[in-house]
């Protein structure tokens, strides 16, 4: 009875309070929902008005930030403020002091001067600030770490008095965990439930940077004895991963706990090599992210708890490998995401192998199970498990067997198919393909304690790319369960995209896949082979994707923050960030560190992180400027991976010549974002980069524009950089570079020959050159190579190559560049929610105050063989203001409907192409013009420009009369 309660009030609630009242949610601070351990000392705020109703928007704010629950002890009380501005309003208050909780509420008053008050329980905290570690020195082993070991240390400490509150700051050289009194440390997000962070402090450029994060740990300390532990693996500091970037470092943990007592006073405890110890015997023997982890449960012991005697254990060393600054993690941390678990689809025992016409042979298979069960596994025998997705992170199983009994685990994206070399196979068909991991063992060991109510185990210092999975044993067990738990960076998810195409809505999952895949703590390239890396082309061209998909706006900040760390003196930004392997400068792969700032603007009207990296910016045009030589002045960046893995090859010169304009152009817009007057720095460093971009341009064209006004680079991605960057002399010159494009992507067949470049171009400039109808060619297209391709061939994630498997031919022989996990081709899906579905920001107006709705539907008139219409898609996205919709439906009469949703204080204007110049527009079944929140509809040729306020509406195009 006693839950029955709150439903009542909930729908007395519903009765009493206006229909579509307004309401103020989602707040947040520095764009993270209740953060704590911030070091900001203006932290900014954001909150969503939210209606049902139409044309709501807000005129007025009063933000009340103050240092307790009840808003007595006020810092910040901004008045009201007449603004329209919900999204990061910058603090105005007193200095805000270290380690102390803020709570904060909004007022927000809307356009009918209705005063809302915002309900959430909304807080920051901040961390240390300038308070510093309080003596807290790095400890390290006291013996020589030997390859891969995983140290604990520990420490006791008496707390005597009643706790009001407990916080511990922390940080590691490598990947650490830290328990108290037996429990590990973590976030409780509401009572019973904690969330972990996985791979803290999770990578950043270490020669400069590692991060620390804050914990509240009152809950786990007791009066009396206590206990602290922690335990470190080599992660990326020191694994195989970090390519001795830090040369031959020890691991280190540094932590310091603070504990306020109610009586006011308070008791600080550090590490240091007096008062812990340290241990390297435990039950994580080995632990490294490219090979795997080696566990042995009988080694398990209670060493976090107070009562254990660690007088075998030997004293810390002082760690003094790490040089740089210990900053405040920001953004979204690495976790174990729950809801995306996936359980074995399949699993196949097999003993040996059978003997076929084949090279290898085929597994020889006795029994498979298409549902979870308890399975029987003898010695002698191995079982194969299929998650059914590739994905990334590992497996958590529950065993039962005789203690000492080894289990091996072995990780893979792929089975081998028919056991023939000629088809790539690396072993018997059925088997685990495992040689495009390159040098990367990815395996797991794990030592049986003999636990007859059964053992749980997964590993924490190690993750894998697969979708495969095998295990045997040295004497016979049982597996009571075996899951597959999806590891990587926990940020929101905030787009959707589908359509009435079955693949092109697989072609999304693929894509959703690859980013939840490659985002763990920073972009990268792959999840699987001895990589891994911040490879910075990947993640430029991905990037507006990824931020449709997902809410990056603190992954990008801190990201970045990584990319400066990295960026070398003379200014050339890395190709890996944070750098610790290859080279520095090489176009389309620098940029990043232009790009995706900008990229974080425009969706998130976050100028921060544009003023943040100004200076790195102008560091690398300086860079890119030296890079003149005796014939030209604008050779651009280095020309080291050209189109990448393109099946036709654009020369790379012309590649970084165009990325100089590319990045003069973002410099200028850049500038102007953050000029504020017509003659201020910035908008001459706007006006500098114009004739910057001219300049490269008027050079560009002497070199690769004949006389005849033709572009002498004859390839798909030359054309679209070209288009894209606008670099053609005249109008005419420009036309017929279209035309020619359109030649070249017909005469291969309607199949696009791009590489990582010119794929992560071709969709949008088609779209933007009046091409839209080919790119759904392109898009529906399924011969190689194409999307549909490889969601033909059976990926469940997006690939390195076009081709990198093909049924017809098996694995490609280039095995080292055969990653089944690559998300740059998902580029696509930016083109999806841009073009297709048509949501976009405006660059006036960013972060989707104003946006701009322009879906295009699939208006083709031919379709090339075996292709049929897309006759509905439908997107949305969660923007900072709130949710955008947009959806269309093409009727079998011809009419279009379009349902499309404008969160409350922003506002819209929707392009719609028409079916014919007489063609009508509804809305609700009305005229559009006579509609509510329907500002204006201007019709202009074959299209209609409605502008739009907030709220839910329902157009429909229609050559036909209204009913
Ligand atoms: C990576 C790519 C990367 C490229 C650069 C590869 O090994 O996996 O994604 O961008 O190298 O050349």
């Known amino acids: 009875m006693k839950k029955a309660l709150p439903i009542v009030i909930i729908l007395l609630l519903q009765y009493f309070l206006p229909l579509n009242a307004t309401t103020v949610n989602d707040l947040r601070v520095e ?88 309900t959430e329980k909304a807080f920051f905290e901040t961390g240390l600030m300038n308070l510093g570690w309080s003596n807290a020195q790095w400890i390290k082993s006291s013996q020589r770490d030997t390859i891969n070991t995983v140290p604990m240390f520990r420490t006791t400490c008496t707390l005597n008095k009643k706790i009001r509150s407990a916080r511990i700051y922390a940080s590691g050289l490598g990947i650490y965990e830290v328990y108290i009194n037996g429990k590990r440390v973590g976030t409780t997000i509401e009572k019973g439930k904690t969330v ?37 693996a080599p992660g990326w500091w020191q694994g195989g991963i970090s390519h001795g970037k830090y040369g031959n470092p020890d691991l280190g943990f540094i932590a310091k706990l603070v504990v306020n007592y109610t009586d006011g006073t308070s008791e600080v405890v550090v590490t240091n090599s007096q008062t812990w110890k340290c241990s390297s015997d435990g039950a994580i023997r080995q632990g490294d992210i490219y090979n795997g982890e080696i566990y042995d449960a009988r080694k398990e012991i209670a060493w976090t708890s107070p009562g254990f005697d660690d007088s075998n254990w030997q004293a810390c060393g002082i760690n003094t490998d790490f040089k740089g600054e210990i900053k405040a993690f920001v953004g979204p941390t690495v976790q174990v995401r729950t809801q995306l678990q996936r359980i074995p689809v399949k699993i196949t025992r097999y003993e040996g192998v059978v003997k076929t016409d084949s090279d ?58 028919e056991g023939k070399k000629s088809r790539g196979d690396d072993g018997p068909g059925g088997s685990l393909y495992r040689i495009n991991l390159r040098s990367a063992k990815a395996m797991l060991q794990y030592t ?29 067990i049982e597996i009571e369960s075996l899951t597959g738990e999806v590891v990587g960076t926990a940020s929101e998810e905030v787009g959707s995209f589908s359509t009435d195409h079955p693949e092109v809505n697989q072609l999304f999952s693929n894509i959703i896949w690859g980013q939840r895949s490659n985002f763990l703590s920073i972009p990268t390239d792959c999840p699987q082979r001895d990589e891994r890396l911040g490879w910075m082309g990947d993640i430029q061209i991905f990037g507006r994707t990824a931020s ?9 900040r801190k990201w970045t923050g990584d990319v400066r760390d990295s960026q070398r003196d003379d200014g050339a930004y890395p190709d890996v960030a944070p750098h610790c392997w290859v080279g520095y400068g090489q176009a389309a792969w620098a940029e990043a560190g232009i790009i995706i700032p900008w990229t974080a603007y ?112 004859n390839t798909q991605t030359a054309y679209l950089l070209a288009l894209k960057l606008d670099l053609f002399p005249t109008a005419i010159t420009r036309q017929r570079a279209i035309n020619n494009l359109q030649i070249l992507i017909m005469t291969n067949g309607n199949k696009l020959n791009t590489g990582f470049v010119g794929t992560g171009t071709i969709m949008p400039t088609l779209s933007d050159v009046g091409l839209t109808d080919v790119a759904y060619d392109l898009l529906l297209q399924r011969e190689n190579p194409s999307w549909l391709y490889s969601v033909d061939q059976g990926a469940t994630t997006v690939w390195e190559r076009w081709n990198s498997y093909t049924k017809e031919n098996g694995f490609n022989p280039n095995i080292g560049m055969n990653s089944f996990n690559h998300y740059a081709y998902g580029a696509v899906a930016e083109w999806m929610y841009r073009y297709v579905a048509g949501i976009n920001p405006d660059e006036n107006n ?72 007489q063609s009508e527009i509804f809305e609700s079944e009305l005229s559009a013009e006579n509609s509510k929140g329907v500002v204006s509809v201007t019709k202009k040729d074959d299209t209609a420009i409605i502008e739009l306020a907030s709220g839910s509406y329902s157009f429909r195009t229609s050559v036909r009369n209204p009913v």
């Open 31 to 118: 764009y993270m929902k209740n953060p704590i351990g911030i070091d900001v000392n203006q932290p900014r705020f954001s909150w969503k008005p939210e209606s049902d109703e139409r044309g709501v928007f807000q005129t007025a704010y009063r933000i009340i930030v103050s240092a307790d629950e009840s808003f007595k002890k006020k810092v910040w009380d901004s008045g009201e403020v007449a603004s329209d501005q919900s999204v990061a309003i910058v603090y105005g208050g007193a200095a805000l002091s270290p380690t102390t909780r803020y709570f904060w509420k909004v007022q927000v008053k809307d356009q009918t001067s209705r005063t809302i008050v915002s």
């Open 196 to 232: 972990y962070d996985e791979f803290k402090p999770g990578w950043t450029d270490y020669t400069r940077t590692v991060s620390y994060s804050t914990y509240d740990v009152k809950d786990l300390l007791i009066k009396g004895k206590n206990a602290i532990g922690a335990i470190v």
């Open 360 to 417: 290898y042979g085929k597994i020889n298979v006795k029994e498979t199970y298409t549902q979870p069960a308890v399975i029987s596994l003898p010695k002698g025998q191995t079982l194969v498990y299929d998650m059914g997705q590739n994905m990334t992170g590992w497996v958590k199983f529950k065993v039962k067997g005789a203690a000492g009994t080894e289990i091996t685990m072995r990780f893979a994206e792929m089975l081998n198919d």
């Open 448 to 476: 049986l304690k003999g636990d007859a109510q059964g053992e749980e185990y997964h590993p924490s210092t190690t993750f894998f790319g697969f979708r495969y999975c095998d295990l045997t044993t040295t004497e016979d």
């Open 548 to 556: 449709y998909n997902a809410d990056l706006d603190a992954f990008f």
């Open 602 to 713: 425009l969706m998130y009207a976050d100028k921060d992180i544009l003023i943040e990296n100004y200076p790195a910016m102008e560091k690398y045009m300086a860079f890119l400027a030296a890079q003149a030589d005796d014939k030209y002045k604008y050779n651009g960046a280095g020309t080291n991976y050209g189109d990448w893995v393109s099946y036709v090859k654009t020369d790379s010169r012309y590649i970084s010549v165009c990325y100089y304009a590319y990045s003069a152009l973002l410099m200028e817009k850049i500038s102007l974002a953050l000029s504020s007057s017509k003659n201020d720095l910035y908008a001459q460093k706007a006006a500098y980069n114009r004739i910057l971009y001219n300049n490269i341009k008027r050079e560009f064209q002497t070199r690769y524009i004949d006389a005849a006004g033709r572009l002498t680079q």
């Open 846 to 917: 960013p972060g989707f105050k104003h946006i701009l709705l322009n879906p295009s539907p699939d208006f083709r008139k031919s379709f090339p063989e075996g292709q049929t219409q897309i006759k509905h898609a439908e997107a949305s996205y969660d923007s900072y203001y709130g949710t955008i919709k947009s959806a269309w439906k093409i009727e079998d009469n011809g009419d279009v409907r379009y349902d499309v949703t404008i969160p409350a204080n922003t506002t819209a204007t929707l392009t719609l192409l028409l079916p014919g110049k």
